[in-house]
């Protein structure tokens, strides 16, 4: 049975960098799709990164109860797992890998149970989450301001995650996680 990894953390505290990684280590692992009301950014694709939808579709779905979990970040801006995702992956025997916010990681880890395991990626402190913000230049200082708030607000939940990496050297980061993963599959 397909078992399913999801990763939660503060924005800008390496999470994407750590998932794409691991996409390309060998595991029979796929990324979970999921589907938002936001507008493409940059070069973002339609059935890469996520499945855009207007609004009106999203809130459609989820009256046809067709989401596992989702949520209204800020009026309009909807995210959220399909279930036709997860049958999607399940189908071909692999296991699942999950970004989602860390309200979305808790709702599904109570939906799954032991079929799910909950990694937490913190940043080493607030200071280099914002040097790092800073550094990677796609928000304005406004929007860094936001995310620092709220890393602080999310912070809160590591301690209900399963495990809790916290990423400071990136090589080791990726070792870390690599081993957890390896023995939660082997189980
Ligand atoms: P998230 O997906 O959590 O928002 P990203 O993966 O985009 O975060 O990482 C935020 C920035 O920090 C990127 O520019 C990334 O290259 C950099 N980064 C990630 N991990 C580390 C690390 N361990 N040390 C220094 N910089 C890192
Ligand atoms: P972004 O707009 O930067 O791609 O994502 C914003 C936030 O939404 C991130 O914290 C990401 O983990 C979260 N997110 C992405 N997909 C989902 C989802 O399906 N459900 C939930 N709850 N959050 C999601």
Avoid at 46 to 69: N, Q, S
Avoid at 119 to 134: G, K, Y
Avoid at 148 to 168: C, G, M, Q, R
């Amino acid at each position: 049975m397909s078992k399913l990894i999801i990763f939660s953390a503060p924005s800008g505290s390496g999470k994407s960098t750590i998932v794409n990684h691991l996409l390309q280590a060998g595991f029979d692992i796929e990324f979970s799709i999921s589907a938002t009301s936001r507008t493409p950014r940059g070069k973002e694709k339609d059935g890469v990164e996520y499945y855009f939808l207007t609004p009106e579709e999203f809130r459609k779905k989820i009256a046809a109860d067709e989401f596992i979990e989702y949520e209204e970040v800020y009026k309009d801006t909807y995210y959220g797992t399909l279930a036709s995702e997860i049958e999607r992956i399940s189908k071909k025997g692999k296991h699942i890998v999950f970004d989602v916010d860390v309200i979305g990681g808790l709702n599904i880890k109570k939906k799954y149970g032991d079929r799910a395991l909950l990694i937490f990626i913190a940043p080493p402190s607030i200071d280099e989450l914002r040097n790092r913000l800073i550094k990677r230049g796609t928000d304005s200082a406004e929007m860094i301001n936001l995310r620092i708030e709220k890393a602080t607000y999310e912070l809160s939940f590591a301690p209900h995650f399963d495990v809790t990496i916290i990423n400071d050297d990136l090589e080791k980061t990726k070792k870390e996680v690599e081993s957890v993963l390896r023995k939660y599959l082997q189980k």
